[in-house]
């Protein structure tokens, strides 16, 4: 049975909504509208394989909404693509940043939308074909594996590259209780002289780093680490 990818289109201008959804569904995907970031929070966006958000829209811009999405781990890993009149090189970033898939400036033309909406879905494909997750989100902790950026309540945290892995593995596994063993293998592979020590001293930096979340980070006595939910 085949697929038909489900889009929702939030865009305030009713032609340009139109339009979106007339080329949209003559490319066989199934198209759903609304007319602001409010109606949209109503719908099950689970439903949807991709979501179109206008920029410029009510008290809830795109970008409200893209934040509001990512900080939910029902939706967070729902690509979307931002539609806006604002093109500048800030603006942009600020739409990466939030986690956005593609961003396509007003005025577009329908062939470049199509190709960007092929493309953003087959990438989703291939990601979940590969098992793969770019972002890892449990609350207002975030974890963009694409970016290697770890951030809580929306400021970023450094870490170094063991515990942004170490956090990566039980993050992407929660519940799950990995023996020192196991992360060792995992994280630091084939390097020669690392001792179960090294993993209890990078836990316990990455459990004061993450702040509020570090009691997340269990230890289970005898048998290992999880992340508790």
């Not at 007319?35 to 966006?45: D, N």
């Not at 604002?86 to 739409?95: A, H, P, S, V």
């Not at 098992?131 to 902790?141: A, N």
Request: with cysteine; glycine share 6%.
């Amino acid at each position: 049975m085949v697929h038909i990818p489900r889009i929702l289109v939030v865009e305030d201008e009713e032609d340009i909504s139109e339009i979106l959804k007339f080329n949209l569904e003559t490319e066989v995907y199934e198209v759903d509208t609304a007319a602001s970031a409010e109606e949209a929070l109503e719908m099950k966006l689970t439903d949807y394989q991709l979501l179109m958000l206008d920029v410029m829209m009510g008290e809830i811009s795109g970008f409200k909404m893209a934040s509001i999405l990512r900080k939910d781990p029902a939706t967070a890993s729902i690509p979307i693509i931002f539609l806006t009149a604002k093109d500048t090189e800030n603006d942009q970033l600020i739409g990466f940043n939030l986690g956005a898939d593609d961003y396509i400036s007003k005025p577009f033309s329908i062939r470049q939308v199509l190709a960007r909406v092929k493309a953003v879905l087959r990438r989703t494909a291939e990601k979940k074909a590969d098992g793969g997750s770019d972002i890892l989100i449990y609350e207002t902790l975030q974890l963009d594996c694409k970016r290697i950026k770890a951030t809580v309540d929306g400021q970023e945290v450094p870490l170094t590259k063991k515990e942004f892995e170490i956090l990566r593995l039980l993050l992407d596994n929660k519940g799950n209780v990995f023996s020192r063993e196991e992360i060792l293998g995992r994280i630091w592979k084939d390097e020669v002289y690392v001792l179960d020590r090294t993993i209890d001293v990078n836990i316990t930096r990455l459990r004061k780093k993450i702040g509020p979340y570090g009691k997340n980070i269990v230890t289970r006595l005898g048998f290992g680490y999880c992340f508790e939910y």
